[in-house]
C-alpha cells in the first residue's frame, strides 16, 4: 500500500509539472523582468520581442517603441538584450522602414548600451563600451539575408549582449500628423554553430570638402590590409544627396579588383559581391566618391545633418571562426599616388532619373502627394514580405484563367495596375515549316493574326478586361510592359520589336526590318525578349533564335552597343557570354543588373547594365538542358521555368524560386491541375504571385505562396500576443505558486482539476486490477522523468553592442551639423594602419536596452 502511495504521489507531482511547467519553445529564452515594451496602439509590431523559430532559431523584433521626433536631423536609439544566454549567430536582417520617415537606420552589437531609458536621444551616445555596426539602411533597401554557414556571432563569452537600434529621422514632414513610428528591424538567430564568422569592414572619408559649384569632386580612402583573410560578400555604400557614384576595390600588384560600384542615389541595400573577392594580408582596399557641388553656394562638408555629405564604403565579409574580427574601418589614404591608376568606371556617374531623386531624398524635402495612410500601406507592404524568403508557391486551383481558349502562349507580363498580359499567336503555329535554312518565314501566304493576340486579364478572376494586337503579328514571342504601361513585344516571323500604348493602335516605335533576318545594328534575327531600364529607359533586347546577342538601344531606339557570342560546340561547357538562345530577360533594376535565361545553355546569365560586364551565372543540375524564362520580383527572390527532359534524362520540368543573392534554389513547384509540357515564359508580382504561360498545353496557371514558419512569425509579430506573465515568472522551483500570478483564474482552476481527475482514473483502475501497477523500477523510471521536466535552464542577464561617435575626437573634421550629435569618443576596432573609430553614417549612438 506504501507502495501505491508513493507512486501516487510521484504521478501527481510528474502531472502537475507537466500542467503547470510546460514551456512553449519560447522557454528556452531569458524571462524579461519588467521590460515589456509599451508600443503604440499605431505600431506594426507587437510587444512580442522573441518569436520560436523551431529548436535551435529564433526571430528577435527590434522597434523603434512609438516615437514621434520633434525636429529634423533627429537620432534616437534604444537597446533590446539578446535573449539567450549561449553563443547565437545573426543569420538575416529584415527591415522595417520607410524612406518617407526615416532617413537611415544602424545597428550595433555592443556590452552596454549608454541608457537604460525606452528609448534617447542618441546625443548621449550608443553604447558605454565598444560596439560593432552589424546592419545598415537607408532608402527603402531591401532585406539582407547572409550566404549559408555565415553569421554575426553575438553572445556568449566573446559577443555582445545588447543590440542597439539608431534611426535616424531626416526631415520630419511626415510627422505633421503626430503620428508613432516603430521603426526597426527583424532578426533571424540560431544556435547552431557557423563555421564563418561576419564582419563588417567600414571605409570612410573624414575630412572631403566639397566647393560650391565644383562640378567633380573626388574622395578617396585606401588602407593597407594586415590581419587574417577575409572574404566578401556584400557591399553598400552611403552618401548624402550630392554623391554620384561610389565604388570599392581590392589592389594586389597593381592591379584593380572591383569589390561593388553603386550610385547612393538608389536603394542603399546590401548588395552581392558580384564576383568572389578574397583580402589577403598587404592587399590595398580603396574606395572613392564622387561629387558634385553644383547648386551649392557655399562648402559642404563631411558632417550628420542633411545639409553635409558622407563618403562610405561598407563591406560585409567572413572569416574563419577562430581569426574572426566582427567589425574594421578605414578612414585615411594611405596612398594618393595610386588613385591615378582607379579604373575609369569609378569615375562615371551612374544616371538616376529625377523622379527617383525626389523619391528618395527625405531631407528638408516636401513630399505633397504622401500622406499617413500611404506610409501605412508602405509599411504594411514590407511587414507582408516573407522573412528569409523561405516559402513555397503551388497552384491557385480555383483560378479559372487556366480555362481560357487561347493559341500558343508565349509571353506574360504584369501592367502596372497588376493586370495579368497575355501575349498568344491566335490560330498561328510555329513548326517545322514555319521557316527556311536562312530564317526567312515561308507562312507569309496566311496573312497576319486575325485574333487579338494581346489579352488583359483581371488576375483575381481571369476576366478580360482589353485586348488589342489585331492584325499586327505573325508569330508573337516575348512580351514586357515598361513602368508607363507600354508593351513592347517580339515577333520572331517578323525579326522586328514593337512599343505599343495600351490603347494605341498603331505601334509608337517599331525596331528591325519587317521579314528580314539579319546581324547587323538594323536588323533581328528573330528576337526573343526586351526588357526596359525603368531609370533611365533604355530598351534591351535578346537576339535570338539565330542571333546570340543582348543589343542596347538608347530609349528613342537608337543603338548603343551589344555583347555576347554563340557558343563553341567543339569547346563542351559554354563560356561566359556565350548564347545558345537568349530566350528570356529579367532587369533587375536594385542590382543593376540584366540577367538572361541562356535556354539552351540551361543557365542564367546576368550582366552589368552600363557595360554589359559578365558578373555571374546560375546553374543547377535540376535546370536539365534548357532554361527557358526568368522573372524577378524586388526584394530578392528569382524565379525561372526550365524544359522538358531529354530521352534518357529524369529533371522534370518545373519551376524554381531562388535567393538572387546566393543563386540557391529556395523551392520548386509544378501544376496541380494539367501538366506542363513547354513553360515557355514566367512572370511574378511583388506579393509572390507567380503566373507561367506554356506555349504547348496553350495554358496560363497561376501560383499562390503558402505560408511557411518564416511567414507565420510575421502574423504573429502583427497580432497581439496573449500575457505571457507565467512564462516570464515561472520557475522550475514553486512552479504551482509563482504560475498563478497572473494566470487567468479559468486556466488556473483547469490545471489544478487535470491532476485530481487523472488520480481518480488511476485509483478506479487500481481497484478494477486489484493488482499493484509499477514497481521499484517504475519509480526509478518516473523520478529520473519529473527530474528532466523540473531541471529546466534560466536565463542571464543580457548585453549590449555599440559604436561611438567618430567625429567628436576628430574636431579638426567637426561641422556645424555634426557637433550636435558627436559626443561620444571612439570606440572602433583599431588596426594597425588607421587609427580611426566609430562608424559614421550617423555618427551618433545607438540605444540602450531596458534592464532585465
Given at each position: 500500500?506504501a507502495g501505491l502511495?508513493?507512486n501516487?504521489?510521484?504521478?501527481?507531482?510528474?502531472f502537475?509539472?507537466?500542467?503547470l511547467?510546460?514551456r512553449?519553445?519560447?522557454?528556452?529564452?531569458k524571462?524579461?523582468?519588467?521590460?515589456?515594451?509599451?508600443?503604440?496602439?499605431?505600431?506594426?509590431?507587437?510587444?512580442?520581442?522573441v518569436?520560436?523559430?523551431g529548436?535551435?532559431?529564433?526571430?528577435?523584433?527590434?522597434?523603434?517603441?512609438?516615437?514621434?521626433?520633434k525636429?529634423?536631423?533627429?537620432y534616437?536609439?534604444?537597446?533590446?538584450?539578446?535573449?539567450v544566454?549561449?553563443?547565437a549567430?545573426?543569420?538575416?536582417f529584415?527591415?522595417?522602414?520607410?524612406?518617407?520617415?526615416?532617413?537611415?537606420?544602424?545597428?550595433?552589437?555592443?556590452?552596454?548600451?549608454?541608457?537604460t531609458?525606452?528609448?534617447?536621444?542618441?546625443?548621449?551616445?550608443?553604447?558605454?563600451d565598444?560596439?560593432?555596426?552589424?546592419?545598415?539602411?537607408?532608402?527603402?533597401?531591401?532585406?539582407t539575408?547572409?550566404?549559408?554557414?555565415?553569421?554575426?556571432?553575438?553572445?556568449?563569452?566573446?559577443?555582445?549582449?545588447?543590440?542597439?537600434?539608431?534611426?535616424h529621422?531626416?526631415d520630419?514632414?511626415?510627422?505633421?500628423?503626430?503620428?508613432?513610428?516603430?521603426?526597426?528591424?527583424?532578426?533571424?538567430?540560431?544556435?547552431q554553430?557557423?563555421?564563418?564568422?561576419?564582419?563588417?569592414?567600414?571605409?570612410?572619408?573624414?575630412?572631403?570638402?566639397?566647393p560650391?559649384?565644383?562640378?567633380?569632386?573626388?574622395a578617396?580612402?585606401?588602407?593597407h590590409?594586415?590581419?587574417?583573410?577575409m572574404?566578401?560578400?556584400a557591399?553598400?555604400?552611403?552618401?548624402?544627396r550630392?554623391g554620384?557614384?561610389?565604388?570599392?576595390?581590392?589592389?594586389?600588384?597593381?592591379?584593380?579588383?572591383?569589390?561593388?560600384?553603386?550610385?547612393?542615389?538608389?536603394?542603399?541595400?546590401f548588395?552581392?559581391?558580384?564576383?568572389?573577392?578574397?583580402?589577403?594580408?598587404?592587399?590595398?582596399?580603396?574606395?572613392?566618391?564622387?561629387?558634385?557641388?553644383?547648386?551649392?553656394?557655399?562648402?559642404?562638408?563631411?558632417?550628420?545633418?542633411?545639409?553635409?555629405?558622407?563618403?562610405?564604403?561598407?563591406?560585409?565579409?567572413?572569416?574563419?571562426?577562430k581569426?574572426?574580427?566582427s567589425?574594421?574601418?578605414c578612414?585615411?589614404?594611405?596612398?594618393?599616388e595610386?588613385?591615378?591608376?582607379?579604373?575609369?568606371?569609378?569615375?562615371i556617374?551612374i544616371?538616376?532619373?529625377?523622379?527617383?531623386?525626389?523619391?528618395?531624398?527625405?531631407?528638408?524635402?516636401?513630399?505633397?502627394?504622401?500622406?499617413?495612410?500611404?506610409?501605412l500601406?508602405?509599411?504594411?507592404?514590407e511587414?507582408?514580405?516573407i522573412?528569409?524568403?523561405?516559402?513555397?508557391?503551388?497552384?491557385?486551383?480555383?483560378?479559372?484563367?487556366?480555362?481560357?481558349?487561347?493559341?500558343?502562349?508565349?509571353?506574360?507580363a504584369l501592367?502596372?495596375?497588376?493586370?495579368?498580359v497575355?501575349f498568344?499567336?491566335?490560330?498561328h503555329?510555329w513548326?517545322?515549316?514555319?521557316?527556311?535554312?536562312?530564317?526567312?518565314?515561308?507562312?507569309?501566304g496566311?496573312?497576319?493574326?486575325?485574333?487579338n493576340?494581346?489579352?488583359?486579364?483581371n488576375?483575381?478572376?481571369?476576366?478580360?478586361?482589353?485586348?488589342?494586337?489585331?492584325?499586327?503579328?505573325?508569330?508573337?514571342h516575348?512580351l514586357?510592359?515598361?513602368?508607363?504601361?507600354n508593351y513592347?513585344?517580339?515577333?520572331?516571323?517578323?525579326?522586328?520589336?514593337?512599343?505599343?500604348g495600351?490603347?494605341d493602335?498603331?505601334?509608337l516605335l517599331?525596331?528591325?526590318?519587317?521579314?528580314q533576318?539579319?546581324?547587323?545594328?538594323?536588323h533581328?534575327?528573330?528576337?526573343?525578349?526586351?526588357?526596359?531600364?525603368?531609370?533611365?529607359?533604355?530598351?534591351?533586347?535578346s537576339?535570338?533564335?539565330?542571333?546570340?546577342?543582348?543589343?542596347?538601344?538608347?530609349?528613342?531606339?537608337?543603338?548603343?552597343?551589344?555583347?555576347?557570342?554563340?557558343?563553341?560546340?567543339?569547346?563542351?561547357?559554354?563560356?561566359p557570354?556565350?548564347?545558345?538562345?537568349?530566350?528570356?530577360?529579367?532587369?533587375?533594376?536594385?542590382?543593376?543588373q540584366?540577367?538572361?535565361?541562356?535556354?539552351e545553355?540551361g543557365r542564367?546569365?546576368?550582366?552589368r547594365l552600363e557595360?554589359?560586364?559578365?558578373?555571374?551565372?546560375i546553374?543547377?543540375?535540376s535546370?536539365?538542358?534548357?532554361?527557358?524564362?526568368?522573372?524577378?520580383?524586388?526584394?530578392g527572390?528569382?524565379?525561372?521555368?526550365?524544359?522538358?527532359?531529354?530521352p534518357?534524362?529524369?529533371e522534370?520540368?518545373?519551376?524554381?524560386?531562388?535567393?538572387f543573392?546566393?543563386?540557391?534554389?529556395?523551392s520548386?513547384?509544378?501544376?496541380?491541375?494539367?501538366?506542363?509540357?513547354?513553360?515557355?515564359?514566367?512572370?511574378?508580382?511583388?506579393?509572390?504571385?507567380?503566373?507561367?504561360?506554356?506555349?504547348?498545353?496553350?495554358?496560363?496557371w497561376?501560383?499562390?505562396?503558402?505560408?511557411?514558419?518564416?511567414?507565420?512569425?510575421?502574423?504573429?509579430?502583427?497580432?497581439?500576443?496573449?500575457?505571457?506573465?507565467?512564462?516570464?515568472?515561472?520557475?522550475?522551483?514553486?512552479?504551482?505558486?509563482?504560475?498563478?500570478?497572473?494566470?487567468?483564474?479559468?486556466?488556473?482552476?483547469?490545471?489544478?482539476?487535470?491532476?485530481?481527475?487523472?488520480?481518480?482514473?488511476?485509483?478506479?483502475?487500481?481497484?478494477?486490477?486489484?493488482?499493484?501497477v509499477?514497481?521499484?523500477?517504475?519509480?526509478?523510471?518516473?523520478?529520473?522523468?519529473?527530474?528532466?521536466?523540473?531541471?529546466?535552464?534560466?536565463?542571464?542577464?543580457?548585453?549590449?553592442?555599440?559604436?561611438?561617435?567618430?567625429?567628436?575626437?576628430?574636431?579638426?573634421?567637426?561641422?556645424?551639423?555634426?557637433?550636435?550629435?558627436?559626443t561620444?569618443?571612439s570606440?572602433?576596432?583599431?588596426?594597425e594602419?588607421?587609427?580611426?573609430?566609430?562608424?559614421?553614417?550617423?555618427?551618433?549612438?545607438?540605444?540602450?536596452?531596458?534592464?532585465?
Open positions: 500500500m502511495i508513493n501516487l504521489l510521484i504521478l501527481f507531482l510528474v502537475q509539472n507537466i500542467c511547467g510546460f512553449s519553445p519560447l522557454s528556452v529564452f524571462r524579461y523582468k519588467d521590460t515589456t515594451r509599451s508600443l503604440s496602439s499605431e505600431c506594426l509590431g507587437s510587444d512580442q520581442t518569436i520560436s523559430l529548436l535551435s532559431d529564433f526571430a528577435l523584433d527590434i522597434r523603434m517603441p512609438g516615437v514621434t521626433p525636429q529634423s536631423d533627429t534616437l536609439c534604444m537597446s533590446v538584450p539578446l535573449p544566454d549561449d553563443e549567430y545573426v543569420v538575416d529584415k527591415p522595417h522602414a520607410s524612406m518617407d520617415t526615416v532617413h537611415h537606420m544602424l545597428l550595433f552589437g555592443c556590452n552596454e548600451p549608454s541608457s531609458e525606452n528609448y534617447w536621444d542618441c546625443d548621449e551616445g550608443t553604447c558605454k565598444k560596439s560593432n555596426i552589424l546592419y545598415a539602411w537607408a532608402r527603402n533597401a531591401p532585406p539575408r547572409l550566404p549559408k554557414g555565415v553569421g554575426f556571432r553575438v553572445g556568449g563569452e566573446t559577443g555582445g549582449r545588447f543590440f542597439v537600434l539608431q534611426v529621422y531626416g520630419i514632414s511626415a510627422f505633421r500628423d503626430k503620428h508613432k513610428d516603430c521603426s526597426g528591424v527583424t532578426l533571424h538567430l540560431t544556435h554553430k557557423q563555421p564563418l564568422i561576419a564582419g563588417m569592414y567600414l571605409m570612410m572619408s573624414v575630412n572631403t570638402v566639397i560650391p559649384g565644383e562640378k567633380v569632386v573626388d578617396d580612402i585606401a588602407c590590409y594586415k590581419r587574417f583573410p572574404h566578401l560578400f557591399y553598400r555604400v552611403h552618401t548624402h550630392l554620384k557614384v561610389v565604388s570599392g576595390y581590392r589592389v594586389r600588384n597593381g592591379q584593380w579588383t572591383l569589390i561593388g560600384r553603386q550610385s547612393p542615389q538608389l536603394p542603399q541595400a548588395y552581392p559581391v558580384e564576383r568572389p573577392v578574397d583580402i589577403s594580408y598587404d592587399d590595398i582596399l580603396a574606395a572613392r566618391c564622387v561629387f558634385s557641388g553644383e547648386g551649392r553656394t557655399t562648402e559642404t562638408h563631411i558632417g550628420g545633418t542633411a545639409n553635409d555629405e558622407m563618403c562610405n564604403f561598407y563591406i560585409m565579409y567572413y572569416m574563419e571562426a581569426h574572426a574580427v567589425y574594421m574601418t578612414t585615411q589614404n594611405a596612398n594618393p595610386m588613385f591615378r591608376n582607379i579604373p575609369q568606371e569609378a569615375n556617374p544616371p538616376v532619373k529625377s523622379d527617383m531623386l525626389k523619391m528618395t531624398h527625405g531631407h528638408h524635402e516636401e513630399t505633397k502627394d504622401t500622406d499617413k495612410s500611404s506610409l500601406q508602405q509599411a504594411k507592404k511587414e507582408e514580405e522573412l528569409g524568403q523561405d516559402f513555397h508557391i503551388e497552384e491557385a486551383v480555383e483560378w479559372p484563367g487556366l480555362d481560357l481558349k487561347l493559341g500558343q502562349v508565349s509571353g506574360l501592367d502596372p495596375e497588376h493586370n495579368l497575355i498568344h499567336r491566335g490560330d503555329v513548326d517545322e515549316n514555319s521557316f527556311d535554312s536562312k530564317f526567312v518565314y515561308q507562312q507569309r496566311l496573312g497576319p493574326i486575325e485574333q493576340t494581346i489579352l488583359v486579364l488576375p483575381s478572376n481571369a476576366k478580360l478586361l482589353h485586348s488589342m494586337g489585331k492584325s499586327l503579328f505573325y508569330l508573337p516575348g514586357s510592359i515598361d513602368k508607363n504601361g513592347w513585344v517580339t515577333d520572331v516571323a517578323l525579326h522586328q520589336v514593337f512599343k505599343l495600351a490603347d493602335k498603331e505601334p517599331i525596331l528591325g526590318v519587317a521579314l533576318p539579319g546581324s547587323d545594328r538594323n533581328f534575327c528573330q528576337p526573343t525578349d526586351v526588357a526596359v531600364d525603368p531609370i533611365t529607359g533604355s530598351i534591351y533586347v537576339d535570338g533564335y539565330c542571333n546570340s546577342r543582348i543589343i542596347q538601344f538608347s530609349p528613342n531606339g537608337l543603338y548603343v552597343m551589344q555583347w555576347g557570342e554563340g557558343t563553341e560546340t567543339s569547346s563542351g561547357r559554354a563560356r557570354g556565350q548564347f545558345h538562345i537568349p530566350h528570356s530577360l529579367a532587369l533587375i533594376p536594385d542590382f543593376n540584366l540577367c538572361v535565361a541562356d535556354r545553355n542564367i546569365q546576368c550582366f557595360t554589359g560586364e559578365f558578373l555571374r551565372e546553374k543547377h543540375k535546370f536539365g538542358r534548357e532554361l527557358f524564362a526568368v522573372s524577378y520580383v524586388p526584394g527572390l528569382l524565379f525561372a521555368v526550365n524544359g522538358m527532359p531529354y534518357g534524362e529524369t522534370p520540368v518545373q519551376g524554381f524560386v531562388m535567393n543573392s546566393t543563386g540557391e534554389i529556395i520548386t513547384f509544378i501544376p496541380l491541375r494539367k501538366s506542363f509540357e513547354m513553360p515557355h515564359d514566367v512572370v511574378a508580382s511583388e506579393d509572390k504571385t507567380v503566373y507561367v504561360g506554356d506555349v504547348l498545353a496553350r495554358a496560363v497561376k501560383f499562390v505562396s503558402t505560408e511557411k514558419s518564416e511567414a507565420i512569425v510575421e502574423a504573429r509579430l502583427k497580432s497581439k500576443p496573449e500575457s505571457t506573465d507565467p512564462v516570464k515568472k515561472q520557475e522550475k522551483q514553486h512552479s504551482v505558486q509563482q504560475a498563478s500570478t497572473g494566470v487567468p483564474f479559468v486556466l488556473i482552476t483547469t490545471l489544478l482539476i487535470i491532476p485530481v481527475v487523472v488520480l481518480l482514473a488511476i485509483l478506479v483502475f487500481i481497484r478494477w486490477r486489484k493488482t499493484t509499477y514497481g521499484a523500477d517504475g519509480e526509478h523510471k518516473l523520478d529520473s522523468s519529473s527530474g528532466r521536466i523540473l531541471g529546466r535552464l534560466r536565463g542571464k542577464g543580457g548585453g549590449g553592442l555599440n559604436l561611438g561617435n567618430f567625429f567628436a575626437s576628430h574636431k579638426g573634421y567637426s561641422r556645424k551639423g555634426f557637433d550636435r550629435l558627436s561620444e569618443g570606440d572602433q576596432e583599431k588596426d594602419d588607421d587609427g580611426t573609430d566609430s562608424e559614421e553614417e550617423c555618427s551618433a549612438p545607438p540605444p540602450a536596452p531596458s534592464s532585465s
